[in-house]
């Protein structure tokens, strides 16, 4: 039986201590919180042996295993270091800490432990989250493009947060990490990561109405190594009320793939009802039933990290993975500060100035590339091809080789080509006859059973053949002429790869 000591006694701790409960593997042992009269209420609430205030004697007992932290962000690091000098496994409260160096500290502390690390977010536990996940994982949806993150905070609903609670989010908030886009953000940004990978860079903007509250807010970023875009829109509405067991918020989540678009329509709240997931597909919309309850991303969380200890699975969020969700978060803060794009890569930089040129220099490197290869496009689809008319004929000769009759099953028709005179070459009429799956060239005149004829300039015809020239483009161009069944152009095309 493994015992895990509870530090920190508040709200939140109604949500982890359940899993404890029904897991046959651990047992709340131990609670510790400053408020001795509160750590006492907990430990008969919860049926634990002992009740500490004073952290430093919960890891002397030698009974406990594991601790379980939640406490405000800036007590985690000294907490996380006395822990692993303690040999105890460690569940940590998200966000991990306040800046990178303290995240590298805890992670390297908590590896020569040799013993359990692992960030708290519930939402990778959620089941519609994990159903999506999945769905994505399996290619129901194809190829990620675009992810929509939308959070409502309302000024009612929900249980009741003590005031101690909002004291230190607003201590938090006054030394410049948000209650909505840091605090909270961890959830949505660790799912985003969880989702979809690792992000390149950031760009953000995030007000307040009241001072207070960090929101509304707009973040949008590209993740690294694909073309798949994110963002995250935060909302406060002061006089809505936001129906909900847990907090006054709630969230919406939008993934799209090239095969279909998934929608998990609500999650702390209950602002949508109805199934908590849908997915739109080609043969329409399709619903899922999974559980839709917040607090079962609690139970899972508290699931993993028994799991963990045991040997049994990997924890989620490792230090390594968290410490990425701290990374953005705070490019995202530094992002909204500076008013530019910020890449991730800076944020942990020996000169981050350095990195951020170098990425802009690389862009701007990209941009003269691309505005080159539109240069030589717009040349292709504008310019004169009479250079190549001379090659015109032999590569109709050529072009029976790359006739393929399953491009075209069952065809058989016979074309006529006029290659006008062009860049120094007479008119010249000849013919393609395809019949029984063969394609041959007809010379010395315009075949007289010609079901479509094209009239098109020499040197533009052996453009087209050099896939210089789309055959599409000369068309709208009007550089190429048609006379006849016009739908065996398409035949033409495919058959022979034009």
Sequence with gaps: MIHVGIVGCGRIADLHAPGYARNRAARIYAVCDKDRALAERRRIEWGAEKAYTDFREMLADRNVDAVEILTPQKLHEPMVLAAAQARKHVALQKPMTIDLQSARRMIEAMRKSGKVFRITDNYLFYPPIVKLKHLLDEGHLGVPTNLRIKLISGGSGGWEVPASAWEWRM??????????????GHHLFATALFLLGKVHSVHAWIDSLDGVVDSPAVIHWKYADKTCYGVCEYAHAEDLHIPSKYYANDEWFELTGTKGIAQIHRCTGNVR????????RSDGWGEFEVEGDWGEGFLGATENFV????GEAKPQLSGEDAYEVLRLSLAIQKSSRLRREVFLDEMDAAHPTFTWLSHRVRIEAQRHQRAEAGREW???LFGNSSGDAKQAIALTRELVARFDKNKAPGWSATIGLVLLADGGEQETRLGVVVKGGVAQVVEGGLPQDAV????????????ILLKKKRVETAYLQGTIKLEGRAEEAMKLRAAFGL
């Design 273 to 280: 009802m109805g199934p908590p997931i849908t997915v739109f």
């Design 452 to 463: 479509l004829t094209l009239f098109v300039p020499a040197g533009t015809w052996a453009a």
């Design 378 to 380: 717009r040349s292709s």
């Design 307 to 310: 799991a963990a200890m045991l």
């Design 171 to 184: 201590q938090e908030r006054m030394e410049g990490r948000g209650m909505q886009t840091f605090d909270h």
